[in-house]
């Protein structure tokens, strides 16, 4: 209710609004993999950043050209991990969105499964459907988790 009247006041709907849902699901997820990334980035050893900068690249090329190409697996889990987060969020499609129209997956599974005759072979059939775009997503990007290894990158 307190949304819904933020969002009347700066001149917008809160109901039904795709855009809403979608920075809610930023604010759900952001920190999350910020978290994350900031802990993978702490395991990158300095010595192959100090290496670059000896090397002659700049701050910004080191980061360019070393730390995020070893940094790639984890920018691939985090982004795995946010849309498998996003894809099976339900609360807040719940409360945001009243039109059956706009309804993401969760809530129509739901909507399946409160029928008065219940289809509990549809709604099995309907979850395991709506796990094929994180497992198409995984596979697609399994061969960037195992690029970017930082062993043997440092000796000693």
């Given at each position: 209710?307190?949304?819904?009247?933020?969002?009347?006041?700066?001149?917008?709907?809160?109901?039904?609004?795709?855009?809403?849902?979608?920075?809610?699901?930023?604010?759900?997820?952001?920190?999350?993999?910020?978290?994350?990334?900031a802990n993978y980035f702490r395991?990158?050893?300095?010595?192959?950043?100090?290496?670059?900068?000896?090397?002659?690249?700049?701050?910004?090329?080191?980061?360019?050209?070393?730390?995020?190409?070893?940094?790639?697996?984890?920018?691939?889990?985090?982004?795995?991990?946010?849309?498998?987060?996003?894809?099976?969020?339900?609360?807040?499609?719940?409360?945001?969105?009243?039109?059956?129209?706009?309804?993401?997956?969760?809530?129509?599974?739901?909507?399946?499964?409160?029928?008065?005759?219940?289809?509990?072979?549809?709604?099995?059939?309907?979850?395991?459907?709506?796990?094929?775009?994180?497992?198409?997503?995984?596979?697609?990007?399994?061969?960037?988790?195992?690029?970017?290894?930082?062993?043997?990158?440092?000796?000693?």
């Amino acid at each position: 209710a307190m949304l819904a009247q933020l969002g009347t006041r700066l001149g917008f709907e809160v109901q039904d609004n795709l855009a809403v849902l979608v920075i809610t699901y930023l604010a759900q997820t952001l920190p999350v993999g910020l978290y994350m990334l900031a802990n993978y980035f702490r395991t990158i050893p300095t010595e192959i950043e100090q290496a670059g900068l000896i090397d002659g690249c700049s701050r910004l090329g080191v980061i360019w050209q070393i730390t995020l190409p070893l940094a790639i697996p984890a920018l691939v889990s985090v982004a795995i991990y946010t849309f498998m987060i996003a894809w099976n969020e339900f609360l807040y499609a719940f409360i945001f969105l009243n039109s059956h129209d706009l309804f993401t997956i969760p809530i129509k599974i739901s909507a399946i499964y409160g029928d008065p005759t219940p289809r509990p072979h549809v709604v099995m059939a309907a979850s395991t459907i709506m796990t094929l775009p994180v497992v198409i997503l995984f596979l697609a990007l399994e061969r960037f988790l195992e690029q970017g290894l930082v062993s043997g990158g440092v000796k000693g």
